[in-house]
């Protein structure tokens, strides 16, 4: 597909101009009607969550300059949750896998406590505006009932992951101490009220025993209560929850709202995972990737169905601890293609607003959806895995996020007449007509709109020639206004696309990563314009390419963005 980019405003219309001659689809017509009086409630920014298995990566030189960006987006509101926090072993890492030697035990038994490496992962993140999403896991060696092996020898495509770190302590109490004296420590480290803005929660997906737990439901929800009576023995104010069980269509999530009751263990939020199914379609013009947002949707849905069922747990507010395109980050192959490109990118831009709706539409209080991305060190560029950045430069899907962060005060109302029903998505996915969708929000006197241009089948397609009719703005707007226009796609904010002009160099030269750095940056379209605006209402028009992302910020005149 060829590129595109915002040409001149003029008169309040901002036409688009074709790169490099006309384009290969012809452009399909979209109306966009934003009401900025309308009134949508307040932005909760559920993006601010991400996650890795790998928690030593945080230290390291990519990882350091990775957690930055996502601090910058939102300071001291982006949360971070990584596995293997627990973990035995000198902080050495390994596609998931991690250590930090926090717990062992001296020949006669007595429990030894090492906070060196911990302190030092909960250090970087602090450093750079990030706030842990405290995982307990995973069992230290000593506590084990079934110690040996205890690191597992996974690799894409092969190898045992459940081994000695999955199972079950041999004493609960010394697990519930080790919680304890960890929580005391970072209250005498970080201070009482920075700790309390945490959030706490017992194991990863222990509802999948072929991976993530060697133990029984019961004995889960045992090392569940234990870990959250070590914690609030500590601080009787942490936000404590769980179970960030997979959302396997099963009846995990029911089975612990019911314990947890019965029990009376504490549980300030209910987090469970839901992940997508992209795959290979094979046709007559060769093979391509299919996302699998409906499965994803139907993960997501089943579990708030759960909750919202329950007349207790209903009204605590959600986290979705681990929400993706698909199942392992750590995992490459055909299936995973779309990762580094603008097909990651668009479908976090249409996913988010879906995941939101299921929750409104039941009822409930979705606070966070949490990315399973990050970064994986010292790795050759680009190499398919699922994450954030690549060798410390910016993937597509990381400027979706600083798109996200550019959006604050209260939802207004914004229609597409082309963006697909949220039960047809549910049901069916996005295989026939495009959805190209949009949410906007105002703040003050600060109005942005994101326009998404998004399909599951990974294939060229027509753009679409958007026509965005605003009305209702601010006072300050309503005679004309400053347009600013970010976009993410084929040649905008896209550092995968121009490695690949490169010749997909396996060691960039310095020369080479400053132009990737240079790509990858997200930076208007055009300079900000001047457009006419008629007793509070105007008209926009742009053309956006498949798998684009626009997002389109209306100032006063002569105000600047003013975002992150």
């Not at 596609?95 to 060196?116: F, M, P, Q």
């Not at 084990?144 to 996974?154: G, V």
């Not at 737990?213 to 090392?223: I, P």
């Not at 039941?362 to 966070?368: N, P, V």
């Amino acid at each position: 597909m060829r590129a595109w980019k915002q040409g001149l405003v003029v008169g309040g219309l901002a036409c688009a101009a074709p790169v490099g001659g006309a384009p290969e689809h012809p452009a399909f017509a979209v109306t966009i009607e934003v009401d900025a009086a309308r009134d949508g409630g307040p932005v909760a920014q559920e993006w601010r969550f991400f996650g890795a298995d790998e928690p030593n990566y945080a230290t390291m030189k990519d990882g350091r300059t990775t957690l930055a960006t996502l601090g910058a987006l939102a300071p001291d509101r982006v949360y971070f949750r990584a596995h293997n926090l627990l973990t035995s072993g000198d902080g050495t890492p390994a596609l998931k896998w991690g250590s930090t030697g926090v717990y062992r035990e001296d020949s006669a038994g007595r429990a030894i406590y090492d906070w060196t490496i911990v302190d030092r992962i909960f250090d970087t993140y602090r450093a750079r505006g990030v706030k842990p999403y405290v995982e307990l896991g995973f069992m230290p060696e000593a506590l084990s009932t079934k110690p040996r092996p205890y690191q597992h020898d996974w690799r894409p495509g092969s190898g045992e992951l459940r081994t000695g770190w999955a199972y079950p302590p041999r004493d609960y109490a010394r697990w519930e101490e080790l919680i304890h004296r960890w929580v005391q420590h970072c209250v005498e480290r970080y201070g009482r009220a920075e700790v309390a803005s945490w959030y706490f929660e017992t194991w990863n997906e222990a509802n999948l025993p072929r991976y993530y737990w060697g133990g029984t439901r019961e004995e889960f929800f045992r090392l569940h209560d234990a870990a959250v009576r070590g914690v609030r023995r500590a601080l009787p104010e942490a936000r404590v929850g769980g179970p960030d069980s997979a959302g396997a269509g099963d009846d995990f999530l029911a089975a612990f709202m019911e314990h947890a009751r019965a029990a009376g263990t504490p549980t300030d939020f209910l987090s469970f995972h839901a992940k997508g199914q992209p795959r290979v379609i094979e046709g007559p013009d060769g093979s391509h990737v299919r996302m699998g947002l409906d499965t994803h949707l139907k993960a997501a849905d089943h579990e708030f169905a759960a909750i919202a069922a329950d007349p207790v747990f209903r009204t605590r507010p959600i986290v979705i601890g681990e929400s993706d395109p698909e199942g392992c980050a750590a995992c490459q192959g055909p299936a995973n293609a779309y990762r580094n490109g603008t097909m990651y990118a668009s479908y976090t831009a249409a996913s988010f607003p879906r995941l939101r709706a299921l929750a409104r539409r039941r009822g409930l209080t979705l606070e966070g959806v949490l990315t399973w991305a990050f970064e994986f060190e010292d790795q050759a560029p680009f190499a398919g895995f699922r994450q954030l950045t690549s060798g410390g430069i910016d993937l597509p899907v990381i400027n979706v996020f600083k798109l996200f962060a550019r959006m604050g005060g209260r939802y207004v109302s914004a229609r597409s007449d082309h963006e697909v029903a949220l039960d047809t998505v549910l049901g069916e996915g996005v295989r026939g007509d495009a959805d190209v969708g949009s949410v906007a929000t105002r703040d003050g006197d600060r109005v942005a709109v994101m326009v998404w241009h998004y399909h599951d089948d990974d294939v060229a397609g027509p753009p679409a020639a958007v026509r965005l009719r605003l009305r209702d703005l601010p006072r300050a707007l309503a005679s004309g206004a400053t347009l600013t226009h970010y976009r993410v796609d084929e040649s905008h904010a896209n550092s995968f696309a121009a490695w690949q002009k490169m010749g997909a160099p396996l060691a960039p030269s310095d020369a080479q990563r400053a132009a990737l750095k240079q790509a990858a940056a997200l930076v208007p379209l055009a300079p900000p314009s001047r457009v006419a605006m008629r007793r509070g209402a105007g008209e926009i028009a742009f053309t956006l390419p498949r798998q684009g992302v626009s997002l389109l910020v209306l100032t006063p005149v002569g105000a600047s963005d003013g975002a992150p």
